[in-house]
């Protein structure tokens, strides 16, 4: 698990904004926002690369702000002695779709136990508030090998 990143403070939101930047999150715009153990909100631009072929917003888009802030979630309400995690499932429900502005999301711990965590987030339509898509993952905690 070298290539993980060290997280001094999980909590620090000024860290955290930095940290998807440079990953697939940074590329599709995706900004976190309130980090705190089990919960976590940010939100990402609807812009023309974000839109399927159909001329409505990609599946993979929205699934992918819902993960980011699931993942950031996880990493700050990690139990103590554990160095990261991997997601094992998820799951979204789509509800309804943007075509310009922004979309929301507002992720919350379900379970956090030593093993695995199981997250919720609803992504909304940030303009309207309308829930566009319900999802949910469950998280392996990892710990150092000995």
């Given at each position: 698990?070298?290539?993980?990143p060290?997280?001094?403070?999980?909590?620090?939101?000024?860290h955290?904004?930095?940290?998807?930047q440079?990953?697939f999150p940074?590329?599709?715009?995706?900004?976190?926002?309130?980090?705190?153990?089990?919960r976590?909100?940010?939100?990402?631009?609807?812009?023309?690369?974000?839109?399927?072929?159909?001329?409505?917003l990609?599946?993979?888009?929205?699934?992918?702000?819902?993960?980011?802030?699931?993942?950031?979630?996880?990493?700050?309400?990690?139990?103590?002695?554990?160095?990261g995690?991997?997601?094992?499932?998820?799951?979204?429900n789509?509800?309804?779709?943007v075509?310009?502005?922004?979309?929301?999301?507002?992720a919350?711990l379900?379970?956090?136990g030593?093993t695995?965590?199981?997250?919720?987030?609803i992504?909304?339509?940030?303009?309207?508030?309308?829930?566009?898509?319900m999802?949910r993952?469950?998280?392996?905690?990892?710990?150092?090998?000995?």
């Open positions: 698990m070298s290539n993980l060290s997280f001094p403070d999980r909590t620090s939101t000024s955290w904004q930095a940290a998807p440079d990953g940074g590329s599709l715009g995706i900004e976190l926002g309130s980090i705190e153990p089990g976590v909100t940010g939100r990402m631009p609807v812009l023309g690369r974000h839109l399927s072929a159909n001329g409505f990609h599946a993979g888009a929205v699934v992918t702000l819902a993960d980011t802030v699931s993942g950031a979630g996880c990493l700050a309400s990690l139990p103590e002695g554990a160095s995690f991997t997601t094992i499932e998820l799951k979204s789509h509800l309804g779709t075509r310009e502005g922004a979309i929301s999301a507002v919350t379900v379970h956090g030593r695995t965590q199981v997250w919720d987030a992504v909304s339509d940030e303009a309207t508030g309308k829930a566009i898509a999802f993952c469950t998280q392996m905690v990892l710990y150092p090998r000995a």
